[in-house]
């Protein structure tokens, strides 16, 4: 079992590490319901009933687009990840527009990168890594992306409360990171399937 799980560890590539912290900052600057329905209701830009409501959409947009975002990733793979980081940029600036219709966009925008991590997302980790690595990088991924939205959502709430100029900033900030590693991994994934393609070529 100890052999086992050192097999494991030993199979955490470099893409892997580098996609865990992408998608880990995109959590970071990814603003949680949480927070949102307590600005909604914060700022009186709606009403008590439609909060919920929001949140319906919200996860609707989810669940529609679960079909779709996973065919464009059988396409063009990882790379159908890179809007992740706008959507989530979005948000908050949909949210303090102040009125119904950006607060209905802010819904859409947030149920967008809900879709997209919960269709192909985590799915990638089995494209990234070999069998014998998928449940211990499937653990590894979640706990990175969980500590980090959390953590995020913390850094939300003390902003808003203290420093609110400060929270589109500090999306922008995060999110553009996010992006930059995203797109670091999105090439080194295609030079790590190239490489192994043409292993498999020479040994065929």
Same mark, same amino acid.
């Given at each position: 079992?100890?052999?086992?799980?050192?097999?494991?560890?030993?199979?955490?590539?470099?893409?892997?590490?580098?996609?865990?912290?992408?998608?880990?900052?995109?959590?970071?600057?990814?603003?949680?319901?949480?927070?949102?329905?307590?600005?909604?209701?914060?700022?009186? &830009? !709606? +009403?008590?009933?439609?909060?919920?409501?929001? #949140?319906? =959409?919200?996860?609707?947009?989810? *669940?529609?687009?679960?079909?779709?975002?996973?065919?464009?990733?059988?396409?063009?793979?990882?790379?159908?990840?890179?809007?992740?980081?706008?959507?989530?940029?979005?948000?908050?600036?949909?949210?303090?527009?102040?009125?119904?219709?950006?607060?209905?966009?802010?819904?859409?925008?947030?149920?967008?990168?809900?879709?997209?991590?919960?269709?192909?997302?985590?799915?990638?980790?089995?494209? &990234? !890594? +070999?069998?014998?690595?998928?449940?211990?990088? #499937?653990? =590894?991924?979640?706990?990175?992306? *969980?500590?980090?939205?959390?953590?995020?959502?913390?850094?939300?709430?003390?902003?808003?409360?203290?420093?609110?100029?400060?929270?589109?900033?500090?999306?922008?900030?995060?999110?553009?990171?996010?992006?930059?590693?995203?797109?670091?991994?999105?090439?080194?994934?295609?030079?790590?399937?190239?490489?192994?393609?043409?292993?498999?070529?020479?040994?065929?």
């Amino acid at each position: 079992m100890l052999f086992h799980f050192q097999r494991s560890r030993a199979v955490l590539n470099n893409v892997f590490w580098l996609y865990t912290i992408s998608m880990s900052m995109v959590a970071f600057g990814f603003m949680h319901w949480i927070n949102i329905s307590y600005i909604f209701r914060a700022e009186n &830009i !709606l +009403p008590d009933y439609l909060i919920p409501t929001m #949140y319906l =959409i919200a996860m609707l947009i989810d *669940g529609l687009l679960a079909f779709p975002v996973g065919l464009i990733y059988d396409k063009i793979g990882l790379a159908s990840l890179l809007l992740t980081p706008v959507f989530a940029t979005l948000v908050v600036p949909m949210i303090f527009i102040n009125s119904f219709v950006s607060a209905l966009f802010a819904s859409i925008f947030w149920g967008i990168v809900m879709g997209i991590y919960e269709s192909t997302a985590r799915a990638a980790i089995a494209d &990234i !890594l +070999p069998s014998e690595g998928r449940t211990y990088g #499937y653990g =590894i991924f979640g706990a990175f992306y *969980g500590i980090a939205w959390m953590s995020g959502t913390i850094i939300y709430g003390y902003l808003y409360q203290n420093l609110t100029n400060y929270l589109l900033l500090f999306t922008i900030f995060i999110e553009s990171i996010a992006l930059i590693i995203l797109l670091i991994t999105v090439k080194q994934f295609k030079d790590f399937r190239n490489k192994d393609a043409q292993i498999n070529k020479a040994h065929t």
